[in-house]
């Protein structure tokens, strides 16, 4: 599974638009790039996952080059709900056996009024 | 459909003692997840399982059993508890389909190893 960073921690006001961007410059050809959020107290929760260029889902976007050696999730407008850690994965469900995840510390986003 | 879900929700327990945490899903999934996360870190994989009957070594396997006997059910075993094993632990599930990485996580267990 290939590494990734993320910055520890943004801030951000509510109605803002929120890009957290994960760098990952060893991703494998067969690897996806895969986003959860976690609320204090409770498991983490997928968010979503793409392969190359952009994916958007009723909750977030996820916007990944050409190169793949980085990806960005947005948030469109967000709400003091939105106030969780982000963790952006990287591998191959079809080639990890097993379907493990290998989670860093993740972003910590805070949503001020 | 109930999810994951998780027993007990707290524990504390005495160095030395033993206990068993349960977790149950109700979406026919086949795989399963037992992490543990700790303050301010990610989660960290200790056990997994691929199906009834099977189960396999995670990151941080040492002082803890796992046994999958019914498909819904995957228990995480601490034989001789210690401090160290005080964390916050985490079961999750997943389908069959090899072309995504999403687990469903259950709500967690607290814990407490005095």
């Known amino acids: 599974l290939a590494k990734t960073t993320q910055p520890i921690s943004m801030d951000s006001y509510e109605g803002q638009e929120v890009n957290i961007t994960c760098s990952h410059n060893n991703i494998a050809t067969n690897d996806y790039i895969t986003w959860y959020q976690q609320f204090p107290s409770q498991g983490p929760r997928f968010i979503i996952q793409g392969y190359k260029t952009k994916v958007t889902n009723e909750v977030a976007s996820l916007f990944i080059p050409a190169d793949r050696k980085s990806s960005t999730l947005s948030l469109p407008r967000v709400s003091l709900s939105d106030t969780a850690v982000y963790y952006c994965l990287v591998g191959s469900p079809i080639y990890n056996q097993g379907g493990k995840l290998i989670f860093g510390q993740g972003t910590e986003l805070s949503v001020k009024p | 459909n109930a999810g994951v879900t998780q027993t007990p929700k707290f524990r504390v327990l005495k160095t030395g003692q033993s206990m068993t945490l349960l977790c149950a899903q109700d979406m026919n999934h086949e795989y399963m997840y037992w992490y543990r996360q700790d303050p301010g870190m990610g989660l960290r994989l200790i056990h997994y399982?691929?199906?009834?009957?099977?189960?396999a070594k995670g990151e941080v396997p040492d002082g803890y059993n796992v046994s999958r006997l019914k498909k819904q059910n995957f228990l995480l075993g601490l034989e001789s508890a210690a401090p160290s094993q005080t964390s916050v632990y985490f079961c999750?599930?997943?389908?069959?389909?090899?072309?995504?990485?999403?687990?469903?996580f259950g709500p967690g267990t607290r814990l407490t190893v005095t």
């Open positions: 399982s691929v199906g009834e009957g099977t189960t």
């Open positions: 999750a599930s997943k389908g069959t389909p090899h072309s995504t990485y999403e687990q469903y």
